[in-house]
């Protein structure tokens, strides 16, 4: 979990330069959060974590902090 | 299966475009009839690319010196397989590979082609001399927007060099653009365009539904509807009439009925404005906000974008989806683009 956070901060750093995110700060409400950003967010996650996100997937509340996005791409990752 | 409208040609160049190989005799001339066939293709707003196995220096500069190099976006004069050339091409210029022509006097290139890009269209060079009479070289319309279409495609190159050449974040690279976009009411001049849109657009289509001109002009007068086009333009120039919003306006609930980009603006951020600037009208209005979508394996990034801007799914029935917006949240317009809306 730790090290996905890492690996979520290090991607999103990207976007948000001159701000130190924190695990619970809502991205979204940081400014303006494109499609494009979208985009990129939803390719990263696919590949850096090989997973698939499913339309159903594609809900706000899945992606708004990096605690969230954390449990996700765990939620997402469990091994059956 | 009915042929698409083609978007795209890609042509060989020995005995296709010229009679002869030009690397074993430099003076090679034009086919008969070709230079005809390239200029009328270009004006009617079809795209011209090549795939060549050739020297690329000399076969440019036979292009040139025929006084032709300019209509060809993104050539590919190399060694490599023509079906790589061509994927390459189809890639830079972002259109359906269903959409393209691939045009070679070799059975063994047409084959090759043919067998790594089913959808593609190929014709032997041989066959060209009826090629502006078929079907599917004839588009529907020919708008403002089709006859410049090379040239908007020729911004769109030295644009997407620009971009892989920036080194800074996104953000500012899309600052440096300068993009202006205006919003306003579809006029009787854009319903051509307008249709044109719904025709060609697929991967930034919410629904896929196309309007016919007469449909589209009986929406822009009726009072339950609001048909909106945008435009925009950046320091390389225009890119025209690129997005087309149709919304149907009840007393306490509008709906999105289409929401469409030219994939030209792909990576703009024009999606997520258009979107910004309805949820703030139906904000003003007080009414309820709702969106169809269909689904097809082309348009995820709609999808995402709906997602992103805080839409979520209120009924799902196969690959339709009802989107709604409580409007408890909007974005602001982006910093690094104009917007100006047009009453």
Same mark, same amino acid.
């Given at each position: 979990m730790e090290e996905n956070k890492v690996k979520i901060r290090k991607f999103l750093s990207r976007f948000f330069k001159k701000h130190e995110l924190?695990? &619970?700060?809502d991205i979204f409400a940081l400014g303006f959060v494109n499609s494009l950003f979208a985009m990129q967010l939803i390719m990263f996650l696919e590949k850096e974590f090989e997973l698939a996100v499913d339309p159903q997937d594609m809900d706000f509340a899945n992606f708004k902090t990096i605690n969230l996005l954390a449990s996700f791409v765990e939620k997402k990752t469990v091994k059956v | 299966m009915k042929q698409k409208k083609l978007k795209l040609v890609i042509w060989d160049l020995d005995n296709t475009i010229w009679n002869g190989v030009i690397l074993e005799d430099d003076s090679v001339v034009l086919q008969e009839g070709i230079l005809d066939i390239i200029r009328e293709l270009d004006s009617r707003g079809i795209l011209q690319s090549i795939s060549s196995k050739n020297d690329h220096a000399a076969a440019f500069a036979k292009l040139e010196e025929l006084g032709i190099a300019e209509y060809f976006l993104y050539p590919r004069i190399n060694w490599n397989s023509k079906s790589s050339s061509v994927k390459g091409i189809v890639e830079d210029i972002n259109i359906g590979m269903d959409t393209v022509a691939f045009i070679d006097d070799q059975p063994f290139e047409r084959e090759e082609v043919q067998s790594v890009l089913p959808e593609v269209l190929c014709i032997d060079a041989? &066959?060209?001399?009826g090629l502006l009479d078929r079907e599917e070289f004839m588009p529907l319309f020919i708008t403002e927007d089709s006859k410049n279409r090379r040239h908007m495609y020729m911004s769109d190159a030295k644009r997407k060099s620009a971009e892989e050449e920036y080194e800074g974040p996104q953000e500012e690279f899309l600052a440096s653009l300068d993009m202006k976009l205006t919003i306003s009411p579809v006029t009787e001049d854009d319903l051509q365009r307008a249709e044109e849109l719904t025709v060609r657009t697929?991967?930034?289509?919410?629904?896929g539904v196309t309007y016919s001109y007469e449909e589209l002009n009986e929406l822009r007068h009726s009072p339950d509807h609001t048909l909106i086009i945008a435009e925009l333009e950046d320091i390389y120039g225009k890119y025209g009439k690129i997005g087309l919003v149709l919304l149907e306006c009840g007393e306490t609930e509008w709906k999105i009925k289409l929401l469409l980009m030219s994939c030209r603006v792909m990576s703009r951020g024009v999606g997520s404005v258009l979107i910004a600037y309805i949820i703030k009208l139906a904000k003003e209005k007080g009414v309820y906000l709702t969106a169809d979508f269909v689904q097809t394996d082309r348009n995820r990034m709609m999808h995402i974008t709906y997602k992103f801007a805080g839409f979520k799914e209120i009924e799902h029935n196969g690959n339709h989806i009802v989107f709604g917006h409580d409007l408890s949240f909007n974005q602001a317009f982006p910093t690094y683009m104009k917007v100006e809306v047009q009453q």
């Open positions: 924190g695990d &619970d700060e | 041989a &066959d060209i001399a697929h991967q930034l289509n919410s629904t």
